[in-house]
């Protein structure tokens, strides 16, 4: 079985940066592709970032595109996500996910695992 744990998430000012990471564990955890998703009360769960079991291909939303940052360290199990020059709109709670198979990376029901969530908080 793998699990997902965020860490990272807190309370920032607009224009300023945190960063995210999730840690892996299990038997696929260093190999699987990973993204990050993010969901605010009321709304849907939106994806943010994707990154493949290699590092080499990234997606973005067009939200997040040129301030945040999908990278992994597969001997570490982990994943992160640099954020940087936030915005209000950018807060919600920032959820982990991995997948062993294929699919659209964008949509939440293409990943098989998830992790608690981590709350990101932006103030004007």
């Known amino acids: 079985q793998v699990q997902l744990v965020e860490s990272g998430g807190g309370l920032v000012q607009a224009g300023g940066s945190l960063r995210l990471s999730c840690a892996a564990s299990g038997r696929t955890g260093s190999s699987y592709a990973m993204g990050w998703f993010r969901q605010a009360p009321g709304k849907e769960r939106e994806f943010v970032a994707a990154?493949?079991?290699?590092?080499?291909?990234?997606d973005y939303a067009d939200s997040v595109k040129g301030r945040f940052t999908i990278s992994r360290d597969n001997a570490k199990n982990t994943m992160y996500l640099q954020m940087n020059s936030l915005k209000p709109e950018d807060t919600a709670v920032y959820y982990c996910?991995?997948?062993?198979?294929?699919?659209?990376?964008?949509?939440?029901?293409?990943?098989?695992?998830w992790g608690q969530g981590t709350q990101v908080t932006v103030s004007s």
């Open positions: 990154i493949n079991w290699s590092g080499s291909v990234r």
């Open positions: 996910a991995g997948r062993d198979g294929a699919g659209n990376r964008r949509a939440p029901a293409a990943y098989d695992y």
